[in-house]
């Protein structure tokens, strides 16, 4: 009995379901296969079917999910390697969601950016309702700079990184920047958002934070950027954290 491909080679195109020794002869095969899942991976090991940084597939394709603390009625998808990152912080979230006085979000952010990009990721934060360390109003004026960083990285239960040109030059130079994201990766509670630049160009500069996926106002709008970000942080009074999604 002949024995159909799927499992291996995939039926992603009509060709393909043709050239199955199973499925070639049957009309409308192709469609029949539209219940089989791959399996993803991010190593791009052996019987996965491989997911990129940004979570689309080595075939052409993306998956779409919704994660376990995605809020009733929300439309917002992600992507497997989206999934991937984020579930670890989230548990972190739910675990620290009872300590008093933390804010939701620090925001790090080149000082170029500070009443552009960066400004208009926090604003679109705190729309949502969530509380975000800005230096821009919580660093007052005279204050120690690194100290006031410091501070607010403590009391924040998730770090955000608004990657930019601008951003990869203070980090190219060893400024500020760098001193915010080393201490950020040290916590491994790290998001990086990338605008107007690439995946490539964060990994010329710091191949440590390029491994990690994250993302892209390239593939999704700010705004659907910020309502991921809120849905992770939103805890409900009384939750109790749940076992993660397999």
Same mark, same amino acid.
């Given at each position: 009995?002949?024995?159909?491909?799927?499992?291996?080679?995939?039926?992603?195109?009509?060709?393909?379901?043709?050239?199955?020794?199973?499925?070639?002869? &049957?009309?409308?095969?192709?469609?029949?296969? %539209?219940?089989?899942?791959?399996?993803?991976?991010?190593?791009?090991?052996?019987?996965?079917? %491989?997911?990129?940084?940004?979570?689309?597939?080595?075939?052409?394709? %993306?998956?779409?999910?919704?994660? &376990?603390?995605?809020?009733? *009625?929300?439309?917002?998808?992600?992507?497997?390697?989206?999934?991937?990152?984020?579930?670890?912080?989230?548990?972190?979230?739910?675990?620290?969601?009872?300590? #008093?006085?933390?804010?939701?979000?620090?925001?790090?952010?080149?000082?170029? /950016?500070?009443? =552009?990009?960066? !400004? /208009?990721?926090?604003?679109?934060?705190?729309?949502?309702? $969530?509380?975000?360390?800005?230096?821009?109003?919580?660093?007052?004026? *005279? %204050?120690? +700079?690194?100290?006031?960083? =410091?501070?607010?990285?403590?009391?924040?239960?998730?770090?955000? $990184?608004?990657?930019?040109?601008?951003?990869? !030059?203070?980090? =190219?130079?060893?400024?500020?920047?760098?001193?915010?994201?080393?201490? +950020?990766?040290?916590?491994?509670? +790290?998001?990086?958002?990338?605008?107007?630049?690439?995946? /490539?160009?964060?990994?010329?500069?710091?191949?440590?934070?390029?491994?990690?996926?994250?993302? /892209?106002?390239?593939?999704?709008?700010?705004?659907?950027?910020?309502? !991921?970000?809120?849905?992770?942080?939103?805890?409900? =009074?009384?939750?109790?954290?749940? #076992?993660?999604?397999?």
């Amino acid at each position: 009995m002949a024995r159909c491909t799927a499992p291996v080679n995939g039926h992603r195109s009509a060709a393909a379901a043709a050239n199955c020794p199973a499925c070639g002869g &049957r009309s409308g095969s192709y469609g029949s296969y %539209s219940s089989y899942t791959p399996s993803f991976s991010n190593s791009g090991g052996s019987g996965g079917y %491989s997911t990129n940084a940004r979570g689309r597939s080595s075939g052409g394709r %993306s998956t779409a999910r919704r994660p &376990r603390w995605s809020r009733s *009625g929300s439309s917002v998808v992600y992507t497997s390697a989206q999934m991937q990152t984020l579930t670890p912080i989230r548990e972190s979230v739910e675990t620290r969601a009872s300590l #008093p006085d933390l804010r939701d979000v620090f925001l790090c952010h080149a000082w170029d /950016d500070r009443k =552009d990009a960066a !400004k /208009d990721l926090h604003d679109r934060l705190e729309t949502l309702g $969530v509380s975000v360390w800005f230096s821009e109003k919580d660093v007052i004026l *005279g %204050s120690p +700079l690194l100290r006031e960083i =410091d501070k607010g990285l403590a009391k924040s239960r998730v770090g955000i $990184v608004l990657v930019t040109p601008a951003f990869l !030059k203070r980090i =190219d130079g060893a400024g500020i920047a760098e001193k915010e994201l080393s201490a +950020l990766l040290a916590r491994d509670l +790290l998001v990086p958002i990338l605008h107007n630049t690439t995946y /490539d160009a964060l990994r010329d500069v710091s191949p440590l934070l390029g491994s990690r996926s994250g993302l /892209d106002t390239a593939e999704e709008t700010l705004d659907e950027i910020a309502t !991921k970000l809120a849905e992770l942080v939103t805890v409900d =009074d009384g939750l109790i954290a749940e #076992p993660a999604m397999a």
